[in-house]
């Protein structure tokens, strides 16, 4: 997994690791509390998932530490009127006739089921940089690929999923 990141991926990372242990980490002790006073903890089921959730929580809070601690930072320098990271893009699919909307992202946020596409992905590579108008050859692999026109970039940077995934 490559560790680049934007500035707004670690501020949202920021954000969850503040959120998981002042909220979510005091939450999970209580429930912690709650189920070793149900008694016998050799066959306390809730006691276990209790625990279970707690560390689930905690070793999270560790990955996205390790994620800030160890990331690349990318500094999207394109222009407003340039593809580039964290922009959304709409295309036209010369093949298939059809507009379709992607935003392109690090790595670490692609989700191509729900248009997050990766700046190292054949169609990330391929867009960076590209502006309205150009037609844009996007090698799928050296024996296919097909033809893009953009037809508009979106420079907002609206947060489309609030919180990063969780893995």
Do not use: C, Q, W
């Not at 089921?45 to 390790?66: M, Q, V």
């Not at 601690?69 to 010369?94: H, W």
């Amino acid at each position: 997994m490559h560790n680049e990141l934007t500035r707004k991926d670690i501020e949202d990372m920021e954000a969850e690791i503040e959120h998981r242990k002042v909220v979510v980490r005091k939450e999970l002790l209580e429930h912690v509390k709650e189920a070793r006073s149900l008694g016998d903890l050799s066959e306390n089921f809730e006691y276990y998932a209790a625990k279970k959730e707690k560390n689930k929580n905690e070793s999270r809070i560790r990955y996205l530490e390790r994620m800030i601690r160890t990331a690349t930072i990318l500094d999207d320098d394109s222009k407003d009127d340039e593809v580039g990271i964290n922009k959304t893009i709409t295309v036209y699919v010369e093949e298939d006739d059809v507009e379709e909307e992607y935003k392109i992202v690090t790595t670490v946020r692609e989700d191509s089921l729900n248009g997050l596409v990766s700046n190292e992905s054949p169609m990330g590579k391929a867009l960076l940089g590209h502006k309205v108008g150009d037609r844009v050859f996007i090698e799928v692999n050296k024996d296919y690929g097909y033809y893009v026109v953009i037809r508009k970039i979106d420079n907002t940077t609206v947060d489309d999923a609030g919180m990063l995934r969780d893995y």
